[in-house]
């Protein structure tokens, strides 16, 4: 009973890690979100804006952040 009650448990944390969402993509990110300035796509821009939005999307990443987060803390 106690053996099958360890396996059911590492089955569970097996199937539940599968289903973590991997970490952010800068590529990704910067592909869909748009520059404020030249409104092409940040993978796209130059500007100046753009540039700090690719720096800030980097750190955060590097911080540990999910894209929800970046999203949101860029929205602010």
């Not at 009973?1 to 448990?9: K, T, V």
């Given at each position: 009973?106690?053996?099958?009650?360890?396996?059911?448990?590492a089955?569970?944390?097996?199937?539940?890690?599968?289903?973590?969402?991997?970490?952010?993509?800068a590529?990704?990110?910067e592909?869909?979100?748009?520059?404020?300035?030249?409104?092409?796509?940040?993978?796209?821009?130059?500007?100046?804006?753009?540039?700090?939005?690719?720096?800030?999307?980097?750190?955060?990443?590097?911080?540990?952040?999910?894209?929800?987060?970046?999203?949101?803390?860029?929205?602010?």
């Open positions: 009973m106690r053996l099958r009650a360890l396996l059911l448990a089955g569970v944390l097996l199937i539940g890690g599968s289903a973590l969402a991997a970490p952010p993509n590529a990704d990110l592909a869909e979100l748009v520059c404020p300035v030249c409104e092409t796509t940040l993978d796209q821009s130059n500007a100046p804006v753009a540039q700090r939005m690719k720096a800030f999307i980097r750190v955060r990443i590097a911080a540990g952040d999910t894209e929800r987060e970046i999203k949101d803390a860029l929205v602010d």
